[in-house]
């Protein structure tokens, strides 16, 4: 009988059905087994309103959307590229930080690679970078910024995950920041085999972009700054983006005209009805899954067989890598309540698997062969997908040592929370 | 027909964008209010309770568009590899299996509201009106309800563009 409900739910799956009907449907299903009423299910949902910190969802969302449909992309690209266009494979290294920002403030990373693909590339193609490593470096760094605060997926995780936000924000930064120190050492390396000219210093580039970004440039401070010095919660700092980058983009830039600015939330908040109602569905879930301790008997399945913490990391990696390339957010609010016992069960602290599962699902991003990026990149640029899956190959190395850095060096995502003392 | 269809579902879509956006500059103005009183040692009472709450009704709206444009999170592969022939038919069965389902969730929701309306469970005081937990709990419904019509006329939609009505 359960294999053929099952099978039923598989189907359903591969013929489209929407994941949070597939979710609810578990739901309702395995509360009647139990004899329980089907409106238990939506009490669990209701508790959506008690999770601490869910109003930072819409307004980072809201924020988001309405950078990437203002010229900050532009803006973000030029002021990269004036501070580090000078270095050795300088300009890649502006592709990378602008590209890591803006997936961080725009939180979804389909949005960078429409967004700044269409800026970054012919730069790098301009400044004589080969064609492989310039459609790899957009693919891999359009999830790049995940990693970094205020990302969407961060939030996410946390709510999920029952960890706070602030110290997950802190957790995954410094993992990213390693991503991007190896992604820049790459850029260096590909510069100078293709004999790429560095550009020269000008101030009044610089000057000129700062000038051009002078209402943009405080937002990451104020946002990052702002909840990694304690001045205020994740929540706040969603409120502040959300009215400054309104004021900003709209009053100041005038680059988002008033009429435009309904059908910006209203998209957004599509964006946010969708996550919100499978992260409700998958409430009902949880609570069954931990009612019938199914995280605690997969634990003594796997400890049969892996006895390890170490061993059970290198298996999370294989299977978050394959179950992180088909969709990020479902990904999340699925697997999360599962694993997040089991590993705990392991003796993993809770943060460091935040970070884990993060950066897990960045690389799924650019997974050959389902990763989303690689079909965003594929549509943007015109370009086959074994081409991609060829040109990101060498950043997918890059990112697979960062991973096993990263999973088995503990500290690394655990330092920073412990330095800034948060709880 | 149809364009019928579509039009009528698109004046619904218009009703429930228009409310979600109201909805939303509430929920920016109040949360930044918020943000600028604490600074001050000041705060809304109620106003976290509210934005709470906000968030859920939003998100069911939401939901409720998502539906419209068909943007709910699902597995496309088949989809997109599908012969054209069979694309309307996969089309509608997606969507008529997530009606299915949604009208169970609907009926779940309906008898969770009807429980808290029948215990008549305070959620706030405002000053001296006090606002029944009811209210909070009625976007759930009425989500899953916008999300089911939105469905059907997917469904109505999908069997026009199958039979090249």
């Given at each position: 009988m359960i294999f053929l409900v099952l099978a039923g739910f598989i189907a359903l799956a591969f013929a489209g059905t929407p994941v949070f009907a597939l979710m609810g449907a578990l739901a309702l299903w395995l509360f009647n087994s139990a004899d329980i009423q089907s409106s238990a299910v939506i009490i669990e949902l209701s508790r959506l309103a008690s999770l601490p910190s869910l109003i930072a969802v819409p307004l980072f969302t809201f924020a988001g959307y309405l950078l990437a449909e203002s010229k900050a992309p532009r803006r973000l690209v030029a002021l990269a590229e004036a501070l580090f266009g000078w270095l050795p494979g300088g300009v890649a290294v502006a592709g990378l930080c602008a590209c890591a920002l803006f997936t961080a403030f725009t939180g979804a990373s389909g949005v960078t690679i429409i967004a700044l693909g269409g800026l970054v590339y012919p730069l790098l193609r301009g400044r004589g970078y080969p064609e492989s490593f310039s459609l790899g470096l957009i693919t891999t760094t359009g999830s790049l910024g995940l990693m970094f605060p205020p990302s969407l997926p961060i939030i996410l995780y946390a709510l999920v995950g029952k960890i706070s936000i602030d110290k997950l924000f802190a957790a995954a930064a410094v993992p990213g920041l390693l991503l991007l120190a190896a992604l820049s050492a790459y850029s260096f390396i590909v510069a100078k085999r293709a004999r790429v000219e560095a550009v020269a210093f000008s101030w009044s580039a610089l000057r000129a972009a700062v000038r051009g970004a002078a209402w943009e440039i405080p937002l990451p401070l104020v946002v990052i700054g702002g909840i990694y010095g304690g001045y205020f919660t994740a929540s706040e700092a969603a409120a502040i983006m959300a009215f400054y980058v309104m004021i900003a983009e709209v009053l100041i830039y005038k680059d988002v005209p008033w009429r435009a600015l309904p059908g910006i939330a209203r998209e957004s908040m599509i964006l946010v009805g969708a996550i919100l109602i499978v992260l409700g569905c998958a409430l009902g879930l949880t609570s069954y899954m931990i009612d019938q301790d199914i995280p605690g008997r997969l634990f003594l399945l796997l400890h049969e067989h892996v006895k390890s913490p170490w061993g059970f990391l290198a298996l999370l990696n294989v299977f978050l890598l394959i179950v992180n390339m088909v969709e990020i957010f479902s990904a999340i609010v699925i697997v999360v309540p599962i694993i997040a016992p089991v590993a705990a069960q392991y003796g993993i602290d809770p943060v460091h698997l935040g970070a884990l599962f993060l950066l897990n699902l960045e690389i799924g991003y650019m997974t050959p062969p389902l990763g989303l990026n690689l079909f965003l990149s594929s549509r943007r640029f015109d370009k086959p997908l074994p081409e991609l899956y060829r040109a990101v190959l060498p950043f997918w190395l890059l990112l697979i040592a960062a991973l096993m850095v990263v999973t088995y060096c503990p500290s690394l995502s655990l330092w920073l929370p412990r330095l800034l003392k948060l709880q | 027909m149809r364009e019928q269809l579509r039009k009528a579902e698109a004046r619904l879509a218009a009703v429930e964008g228009a409310i979600l956006v109201a909805l939303l500059a509430i929920m920016v103005t109040l949360a930044f209010t918020q943000v600028i009183l604490r600074h001050f040692g000041l705060g809304l009472l109620w106003g976290e309770t509210v934005l709470k709450h906000l968030v859920l009704w939003t998100g069911f709206l939401g939901a409720g568009l998502a539906a419209a444009q068909e943007k709910h999170f699902a597995w496309e592969a088949v989809h997109v590899a599908a012969p054209a022939r069979l694309k309307p038919w996969l089309r509608l069965f997606a969507n008529l299996s997530g009606a299915a389902i949604t009208a169970a969730l609907l009926a779940a929701s309906w008898t969770f509201f009807s429980d808290d309306r029948a215990s008549g469970?305070?959620?706030?005081?405002v000053g001296s009106v006090v606002v029944k937990s009811w209210i909070a709990a009625a976007g759930i419904p009425l989500g899953f309800a916008l999300v089911l019509t939105h469905m059907l006329f997917k469904c109505a939609d999908a069997v026009a563009e199958a039979s090249g009505k």
């Open positions: - | 469970a305070e959620l706030m005081r």
